[in-house]
């Protein structure tokens, strides 16, 4: 067969296999992921999807990734104030004053004059709701002294919760070199404010409210997350936007008895970044089932001891427990191991012990248990009583 002959009967066989193959379906290959899951998030830079009480993660994408989290920063100030509220550092009902530097803040604001008072929890709601920043600077000084002091209470407190990709610089999320964070972190900060601090929900799920109310500098607070106006279940929680971080936002949703986090940064437009923070959303709702296996308070164990009063006590679990797993499937065998020092009773109802649990032998969960009445040490006579009590009832 000449040469030309041969290239004419190469291309007929070529073009034979390509026509075959074309009324193939080819299936794709499988990498782990469902073609929903793939397609969550195409437009932001790094997103992550949480269930926060067992802070499994749902979906990801560059998660790890340090960028600028913008005014997603004011999370970590308002778990702040809301602990220095709870140690009594400050009181909601205080008036809190202006410095000059809080008052030259750049960027969204309520416009502070300098020496200006405002009470605390007005100020709160300037930073939940609408994301001032002289309001973060204000709480800065009053809690930790000094912007800077501040500013390392943020980062020690990033560190206690696991957030490994976090450095603040601070306390507004205006652009300053080295400020930067993950998206998983800022999902597990969301996550331990809303199981630490759920009241503050309460105010980041405000749409709109007013400051100066009843003075002729009155000023409107709209919030900057339209979710909490727009969709049902949505309560925070913080959004972010700086040319350098692109459009940021670490929500939270509660329907159906389950609550789920997503992240979004470094979104092209505020459109592109609710529409994937809601696909995320979504997906988690119509796809996964929170499965409670202990509440918090729940009685663990019940003992008998004559030297306490009361005699008998409960062991109670401090935190919920659960589970999370994909509508339809079924929970598998769980086993727990407690270790309850019962020799060195607290008399103030702190930690008494731990209890592990374990889902299809993982460990998923090590808990703190305690002890839920007040328990004091018994008097010799009520010792004495108790005891000769369980004697007659023997000897009947």
Not at 376 to 385: D, E, P
């Amino acid at each position: 067969m000449n040469t030309k002959i041969t290239r004419i009967f190469s291309a007929i066989l070529v073009g034979l296999i390509f026509a075959i193959f074309s009324f193939i379906d080819i299936p794709a290959q499988d990498n782990g992921a469902g073609e929903e899951e793939a397609q969550l998030v195409t437009d932001g830079k790094s997103a992550i999807l949480i269930e926060p009480t067992t802070f499994a993660v749902i979906y990801e994408k560059n998660a790890d990734d340090r960028r600028h989290p913008a005014s997603m920063t004011k999370i970590m100030t308002m778990i702040l104030i809301m602990e220095a509220v709870k140690k009594g550092v400050i009181s909601f009902d205080d008036t809190l004053y202006a410095s000059e530097y809080a008052s030259s803040m750049g960027g969204t604001n309520i416009y502070l004059e300098p020496g200006e008072g405002m009470k605390a929890e007005d100020l709160f709601k300037s930073i939940a709701i609408n994301s001032a920043n002289d309001s973060s600077v204000v709480f800065a000084e009053a809690i930790g002294g000094s912007v800077g002091n501040f500013v390392r209470m943020m980062n020690n407190k990033a560190k206690e919760i696991g957030c490994v990709g976090t450095t603040f610089k601070n306390p507004h999320g205006l652009p300053e070199a080295g400020h930067l964070s993950t998206a998983r972190d800022m999902a597990l900060m969301g996550a331990y404010l809303v199981n630490n601090h759920p009241e503050i929900l309460e105010y980041t799920k405000i749409y709109e409210d007013y400051v100066r109310e009843d003075t002729d500098k009155r000023f409107w607070l709209v919030n900057t997350n339209k979710l909490v106006r727009f969709v049902e279940g949505v309560d925070g929680i913080k959004t972010g936007w700086t040319n350098e971080a692109g459009y940021c936002l670490t929500a939270t949703i509660c329907r159906d008895n389950k609550r789920f986090i997503a992240v979004v940064m470094g979104g092209s437009s505020a459109k592109t970044r609710n529409q994937e923070i809601m696909q995320m959303l979504n997906y988690a709702l119509g796809t996964y089932d929170v499965h409670n296996i202990y509440k918090k308070d729940q009685v663990i164990a019940t003992y008998e001891d004559v030297s306490v009063y009361p005699a008998k006590y409960n062991v109670i679990i401090t935190e919920d427990v659960n589970v999370l797993l994909k509508k339809g499937d079924k929970l598998k065998k769980i086993t727990v191991e407690k270790n309850i020092d019962y020799k060195n009773l607290p008399y103030d109802n702190k930690k008494v012990g731990t209890m592990k649990i374990y889902y299809d032998g993982e460990l998923i969960k090590e808990a703190d248990l305690a002890v839920k009445e007040e328990l004091r040490k018994a008097g010799y006579f009520k010792v004495f009583w108790e005891v000769l009590k369980e004697i007659l009832l023997v000897s009947k």
